[in-house]
T-cell receptor
Framework: GDSVTQMEGPVTLSEEAFLTINCTYT??????LFWYVQYPGEGLQLLLK?????DKGSNKGFEATYRKETTSFHLEKGSVQVSDSAVYFC????????????????FGKGTKLSVKP | DAGVTQSPTHLIKTRGQQVTLRCSPK?????VSWYQQALGQGPQFIFQ???????QRGNFPDRFSGHQFPNYSSELNVNALLLGDSALYLC???????????????FGNGTRLTVT
C-alpha cells in the first residue's frame, strides 16, 4: 500500500541554519503531497502542498518540490528561526477525491525540529 | 471564525470501558475525518463522515465507530478499550460540497485518551 518515509529526528539546528527534512513516498497512483507542522500542544497545520509532479509548494519561507522521478518531497528552509521548533509531518493523499475533499491522508512518523538561539 | 473544536481535551478510562469523543467542524465545513496519533507516530486515518454516513474507513476494528449529526458535528466511539488505544485522537474537517480541488483538512487540537 501507499506509504511515506521521512528522516528520523530529532534535528537540532542553530538559528539561521539551513534546514532539510527528507521525505520519500510509495504510491500506486498520482498522489498529492503535503507537509504539516505540529507545534507543542496544538493540532496539525497545513504548511504547504503540491498536487502534481514538478509543483513547488511554499509557505513561511519553507518550500518543497514534488519529484516524481525520485518519489521525494523534501522540505527546505534557508534560515530557520526559534519559532520554527515543532514536529513536521510529510503526508500523501491518494488521487481519489470525493468532490473537492481530501480523502485518507497517509502520514510519515514525523521529524522533531529544535532550533537553538 | 471558530476552527475545529474537540472535547474533552483529556480523558482517562479503564480497560474494557467505552468512550465518546466529540468534534465540531470549522464553520462552513461539511466533512469530518478522525485520526489516531500514538506517541511518537504520525496520525493514522480512522474514518471520514459526509452527509451523516461513513464514506471511507482505515484499518481499524469495528470497536471504533462514529456518527455525524445534521449540523455536521461528529462523535467517535470506542468500545471495549484496550491499553493500546491510548493516543491523541485528532478530528479534521474539510469541505466537499462545492469545494475546489483538494480542499485542505483543518485539524483540531485533539483529545488525549489514556487507558489504564
Amino acid at each position: 500500500g501507499d506509504s511515506v518515509t521521512q528522516m528520523e529526528g530529532p534535528v537540532t539546528l542553530s538559528e539561521e541554519a539551513f534546514l532539510t527534512i527528507n521525505c520519500t513516498y510509495t504510491a500506486t497512483g498520482y498522489p498529492s503531497l503535503f507537509w504539516y507542522v505540529q507545534y507543542p500542544g496544538e493540532g496539525l497545520q497545513l504548511l504547504l502542498k503540491a498536487t502534481k509532479a514538478d509543483d513547488k509548494g511554499s509557505n513561511k519561507g519553507f518550500e518543497a518540490t514534488y519529484r516524481k522521478e525520485t518519489t521525494s518531497f523534501h522540505l527546505e528552509k534557508g534560515s530557520v528561526q526559534v519559532s520554527d521548533s515543532a514536529v513536521y509531518f510529510c503526508a500523501l493523499s491518494d488521487s481519489v477525491n470525493y468532490g473537492g475533499s481530501q480523502g485518507n491522508l497517509i502520514f510519515g512518523k514525523g521529524t522533531k525540529l529544535s532550533v537553538k538561539p | 471564525d471558530a476552527g475545529v473544536t474537540q472535547s474533552p481535551t483529556h480523558l482517562i478510562k479503564t480497560r474494557g470501558q467505552q468512550v465518546t469523543l466529540r468534534c465540531s467542524p470549522k464553520s462552513g465545513h461539511d466533512t469530518v475525518s478522525w485520526y489516531q496519533q500514538a506517541l511518537g507516530q504520525g496520525p493514522q486515518f480512522i474514518f471520514q463522515y459526509y452527509e451523516e454516513e461513513e464514506r471511507q474507513r482505515g484499518n481499524f476494528p469495528d470497536r471504533f465507530s462514529g456518527h455525524q449529526f445534521p449540523n455536521y458535528s461528529s462523535e467517535l466511539n470506542v468500545n471495549a478499550l484496550l491499553l493500546g488505544d491510548s493516543a491523541l485522537y485528532l478530528c479534521a474537517s474539510s469541505l466537499t460540497e462545492g469545494a475546489s480541488y483538494n480542499s485542505p483538512l483543518h485539524f483540531g487540537n485533539g483529545t488525549r485518551l489514556t487507558v489504564t
